[in-house]
């Protein structure tokens, strides 16, 4: 996984992305002006041997753009990292940089687009020349990855192609977003199925809304945790 990371920060597939995510970095948020911005694609993050998985769509500009971490330094990250601290996933309910001390149970937080896009709109081309990069991360946690958070339908539309071609069965017709929708996948290969979890997103337009409550979020988490295998909330990781 580290090899793939590695190779993946270098990659400049996409111009407009390659063009966003550095000028972001130069011109800077002014409350970030302080900021080395990471200013490249940014890796999925959390044990190489993850049971489960939290699915994104891209890092934001100013957030892991910023930070060089998945959901890391915006209100996004500050939604996520507090549940899944609550239920005893991550070991503090803040994230804010690469060096926090911050730790994943079980979990990799990852997404099929790694560099920022403007307005946080991949193009379709987009995420397609992105997916094998995504394709490869479940390829190497496919030996012990039981359940996947999906945030969103952009993020679950991206996930379902890169999930067959890392060799589950993906099942057709394809299965529909939906906040607690549930899929099956069985593994090609016999290994034990995937489940497939959608959550709406942890953006603000759905949590100042009230559409993506504290309660729902945590609800997903831990029946995720619990199909996964891991221990369910309550037991959390010493920060
Ligand atoms: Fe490369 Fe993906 Fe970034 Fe495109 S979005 S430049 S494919 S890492």
Redesign the pocket.
């Known amino acids: 996984m580290a090899a793939l990371d590695a190779e ?1 920060i270098r ?4 111009p407009r ?2 063009e966003w ?1 550095e000028e972001t970095a130069r011109v800077k948020r002014k409350a970030f002006q302080d900021w080395d911005y990471w200013g490249r ?1 940014v890796p999925g993050w959390g044990p190489p041997d993850a049971a489960l998985a939290i699915v994104g769509l ?1 890092p934001a500009a100013h957030g892991g753009n910023r930070t060089g971490r998945m959901f890391t330094g915006d209100r996004s990250g500050d939604v996520l990292f507090a549940a899944l601290n609550d239920v005893g996933l991550a070991s503090q309910p803040t994230s804010t940089a690469r060096d926090d001390g911050l730790e994943l149970r079980g979990v990799r937080v990852t997404a099929p ?3 920022a ?1 403007p307005a946080n709109k ?1 193009t379709p081309e ?1 995420r397609l ?2 997916r094998p ?1 995504l394709t490869r991360e479940l390829q190497l946690l496919r030996p012990t990855l039981r359940a996947v958070v999906v945030l969103g339908a952009f993020g679950w539309q991206a996930l379902l192609p890169s999930l067959a071609e890392a060799g589950w069965e993906v099942p057709r017709p394809l299965p529909a977003f939906g906040h607690g929708a549930h899929s099956r996948l069985t593994d090609s290969r016999g290994a034990p199925d995937l489940h497939l979890l959608g959550c709406y997103h942890v953006s603000q337009q759905n949590t100042f809304t009230g559409r993506l409550t504290p309660t729902m979020l945590r609800d997903v988490l831990r029946h995720a945790a619990a199909l996964a295998g891991l221990p369910e909330g309550g037991e959390r990781l010493e920060g």
């Open positions: 993946l990659c400049r597939a996409c992305l390659v995510r694609p891209a687009v790694h560099c896009p991949p987009e020349t992105c990069w």
